[in-house]
T-cell receptor, first 111, second 117 residues
Framework: DAKTTQPTSMDCAEGRAANLPCNHS???????VYWYRQIHSQGPQYIIH???NNETNEMASLIITEDRKSSTLILPHATLRDTAVYYC????????????FGPGTRLSVLP | DSGVTQTPKHLITATGQRVTLRCSPR?????VYWYQQSLDQGLQFLIQ???????AKGNILERFSAQQFPDLHSELNLSSLELGDSALYFC????????????????FGAGTRLSVL
């Protein structure tokens, strides 16, 4: 079973920030938080991952709470092309374990 | 473009038949993962290979098998196909299977859509 809880769906206005929450209250000390997205039926796309510090890359920012029990993925200026299902996954980084995907959050960016 | 190549993109076949799906990982990636995505089950992990050896098994049926060849490409064989096997099949690759510094980010291919009629 997935170790994360995400809202089923969210809407966001184009050009505004999209904040996608994820709860992972049972996360272990050696587990990272990964975010992927899947646009329509394309292959899942890696977005970002982090352990305990906030992370930022060209696609998004990841904010992890101090107790690491929850996190938020931020798309700073959402576009229509960001409409997708977003998956939050926790997994130990070593030994190349497979990802356990939950149902994710369906983000709809509205014009 | 993730760098992971899957062929064919679409496959239509009949019940009882056997098909082979192919995956070429990103250059330098030693690990290959196979996932199945059906409408009612979401993304399910099937099997992982690392440098030619099976490393982990998930919800893979006995009718399904896979292998990874010396050139690191992988094939997923599906036999005695049933209507319920209709799904998207994704392959992913990552740089390594172990090591504390490995990011182990999985990069996914575009998938093979299998339709069993």
């Amino acid at each position: 079973d997935a170790k994360t809880t995400q809202p089923t769906s969210m809407d966001c206005a184009e050009g505004r920030a999209a904040n996608l929450p994820c709860n992972h209250s049972t996360i272990s000390g050696n587990e990272y938080v990964y975010w992927y997205r899947q646009i329509h039926s394309q292959g899942p796309q890696y977005i970002i991952h982090g352990l305990k510090n906030n992370e930022t890359n060209e696609m998004a920012s990841l904010i992890i709470t101090e107790d690491r029990k929850s996190s938020t993925l931020i798309l700073p200026h959402a576009t229509l092309r960001d409409t997708a299902v977003y998956y939050c996954i926790v997994r130990a980084i070593n030994y190349g374990q497979n990802f356990v995907f939950g149902p994710g959050t369906r983000l709809s960016v509205l014009p | 473009d993730s760098g992971v190549t899957q062929t064919p993109k679409h496959l239509i076949t009949a019940t009882g038949q056997r098909v082979t799906l192919r995956c070429s990982p990103r250059s330098g990636d030693l690990s290959v993962y196979w996932y199945q995505q059906s409408l009612d089950q979401g993304l399910q992990f099937l099997i992982q290979y690392y440098n030619g050896e099976e490393r982990a098994k998930g919800n893979i049926l006995e009718r399904f098998s896979a292998q990874q060849f010396p050139d690191l490409h992988s094939e997923l064989n599906l036999s005695s196909l049933e209507l319920g096997d209709s799904a998207l099949y994704f392959c992913a690759s990552s740089e390594t299977s172990g090591g504390a510094r490995a990011k182990n980010i999985q990069y996914f291919g575009a998938g093979t859509r299998l339709s069993v009629l």
